[in-house]
């Protein structure tokens, strides 16, 4: 079910982090960054680390600054810790972290935002968060949706989009796998029911987006280049 990949490169977690702060939205703790007056607003899902994970509200100060009022949903509450895979190991730790409820919590999330007066909602969902946000697609809960080095999406999770899609994957990752991410698209293609975008970011890890070393020039750029491709995917579909 599980790999090693999921938690490669954790990060190290700062509550404190950001530009933003923190606030109650839908019943979760949520990093708000962004005006509140801004009509277009973006979730960002994290991955198995939570949301306090310094680049992933990096990122999301980055998004903000592009005019959205963004939220990053304190989903996962409690982080996989990798030091205690031996005895916590991911496959254990997921029966209590499931992408299910996930799902059911960010539609209490978009609620929220539609309530204060957002126009149009987009999502970015990381490894774990790639899944939810795979589900918010096929119910058109969102206008635009990005996958980011997803885990445990489909082929027929792919084919249920309903919503423009772009998925970014890595080409060392086997949890979405070159070969799997050239399905995406050919499914995607042959329906062309939705604008869809699927990328393969060469010698990229699972993971690179928001957990890439600083040192290493090439994974800073391919983080960068992926940020940007968010920012043109959102800036062409939440209107």
Excluded at 104 to 119: F, P, V, W
Excluded at 166 to 186: H, V
């Amino acid at each position: 079910m599980a790999s090693h990949q999921c938690c490669s490169n954790p990060p190290t977690l700062d509550p404190s982090s950001g530009v933003g702060h923190i606030e109650q939205l839908g019943g979760l703790s949520t990093y708000v960054t962004g005006s509140h007056s801004a009509k277009h607003a973006i979730i960002l899902i994290s991955d198995i680390f939570g949301y306090e994970a310094p680049k992933l509200r990096k990122l999301a100060d980055e998004v903000a600054a592009a005019g959205y009022y963004v939220v990053v949903p304190d989903f996962i509450r409690e982080p996989f810790v990798l030091e205690n895979i031996a005895i916590l190991p991911l496959e254990v730790w997921m029966k209590d972290h499931g992408t299910d409820k996930g799902f059911e919590e960010s539609k209490l999330i978009i609620e929220t935002l539609r309530s204060k007066g957002a126009t149009a909602v987009g999502a970015a969902g990381f490894c774990w968060g790639g899944k939810v946000v795979s589900e918010l697609s096929k119910y058109e809960l969102i206008e635009a949706a990005v996958l980011l080095h997803p885990t445990w999406v489909t082929v027929d999770d792919i084919k249920g989009a309903k919503v423009p899609i772009s998925i970014l994957g890595a080409e060392i990752d086997n949890l979405c796998p070159p070969e799997l991410l050239k399905q995406y698209e050919e499914v995607l293609t042959a329906q062309s029911k939705v604008d869809s975008f699927v990328k393969l970011f060469p010698k990229a890890e699972h993971g690179w987006s928001t957990r890439y070393d600083d040192e290493d020039e090439v994974a800073v750029k391919s983080a960068k280049e992926a940020k940007q491709d968010v920012l043109d995917w959102f800036a062409k579909h939440i209107k």
